[in-house]
């Protein structure tokens, strides 16, 4: 499996922003579907943003119109800009990657992927 790597997490107040970083291994990040997920102990892993090769992008209903996934091709990186951030974006972030995609991400669903970042840290304080 890909070994994804993240970045950029730390506490921030609510309404303000915050940038998540991913590096992703270049033969993964050509191909395959990338997408950011986030999770809380004891509830199941939520589907945050996807991205596909060709940069279409899906997000989850709690994050569209703040948040945006684009991906740096230079740097093999993966970005997640989280804008007008709330306490209830508090959670452990995840990059990760399905190599099972086509040209078309599938269902923005944690099943759907298979590598994983070891996660970052996003605390928002009200």
């Known amino acids: 499996q890909a070994q994804l790597v993240e970045s950029g997490g730390g506490s921030v107040q609510a309404g303000g922003s915050l940038r998540l970083s991913c590096v992703v291994p270049e033969y993964t990040y050509s191909r395959d579907c990338l997408g950011w997920f986030r999770q809380n102990p004891g509830k199941e892993r939520e589907g945050v943003a996807q991205?596909?090769?060709?940069?279409?992008?899906t997000y989850g209903d709690s994050v569209k119109g703040r948040f945006t996934i684009s991906k740096a091709d230079a740097k093999n990186t993966l970005y997640l800009l989280m804008n007008r951030v709330k306490p209830e974006d508090t959670a452990m972030y995840y990059c990760?990657?399905?190599?099972?995609?086509?040209?078309?991400?599938?269902?923005?669903?944690?099943?759907?992927?298979?590598?994983w970042g070891q996660g970052t840290q996003v605390t928002v304080s009200s």
């Open positions: 991205i596909d090769a060709e940069g279409r992008t």
């Open positions: 990760a990657a399905d190599p099972d995609s086509g040209t078309w991400c599938r269902t923005l669903d944690w099943r759907n992927f298979r590598s």
